[in-house]
Every structure is written in structure tokens, then in C-alpha cells.
């Protein structure tokens, strides 16, 4: 994970509260080099999250053409709560990517296995 990605997803989070933020994490192999913000479209953004889906498509059309892997999602808990919700772990999917949360200043990543979310602790790198 880059210092980068990690300082646009902790500016997302303070720009969009008290809604939450959320947009993709993008990069290859096993690092993270960005996050992309997207418009948080759910109709209650204060306490659910939707990823634009023209931001998605984007991103997975730019993929499919050997740009940046999707290699998962972000979203901020304005509440403070950096674990997976149960509003969260209802709307998973099981794909493996990683889910990375914003509460409280801080970020908390996970897997989204078939099983559920699986805590991870992620290397920072400069970049």
C-alpha cells in the first residue's frame, strides 16, 4: 500500500462526513498504488455505501485493456468503527478483493473471502 493511496482515502473520509466515502483500490500484483474516489450513490449515504457503478465499469473496462488491477474497494465508517458491518458483510461477495475501512483517522484492511471478511495487515510503502 502506498503513503499515497492511504493519505486519499483519510481525506475521502474527512470530505465526505458525515456520509461515508468509498471508491476502488487500485494497482498490481500485490501492491496497492491508488485509491480512486467515486460518488457514493446509495440513497442513505450516512449509513450504507454504493461505488458509482460508472466509476466500476470504468476501472474494470480499463483493466480487461492491461491497466491497474481492481484489487478491491474502500468505504469510511463515520461512525468510528473500523470493522466490517453487518450491512457490510451482507453486501460482500466473496471475490477475494480487499476492503479497506476509514473510522476514526485511521484504516483497517480486510479480505472478502466465501467465508467472510478475513482481517489483514498491510505493508505501507512509499510512493
Known sequence: ???????????EATLAAPHECCGLL??????????????NV???PARHF???PAVLIAALRAERQGGARVMGY???HPNGLAAPSAQD??????????WAIVAAGGVTWWR???????ALSLRLVEG
Open 26 to 39: 487500485l494497482g498490481q500484483g500485490s501492491r496497492i498504488d491508488r485509491a480512486v474516489p467515486a460518488a
Open 89 to 98: 458483510r451482507a453486501c460482500a461477495s466473496g471475490d477475494g478483493r480487499i
Open 50 to 52: 454504493e461505488i458509482d
Open 1 to 11: 500500500m502506498t503513503s499515497g493511496a492511504i493519505a486519499t482515502l483519510r481525506e
Open 112 to 118: 472478502d473471502d466465501k467465508e467472510g471478511f478475513e
Open 42 to 44: 446509495h440513497s442513505d
Open 74 to 76: 474502500y468505504h469510511s
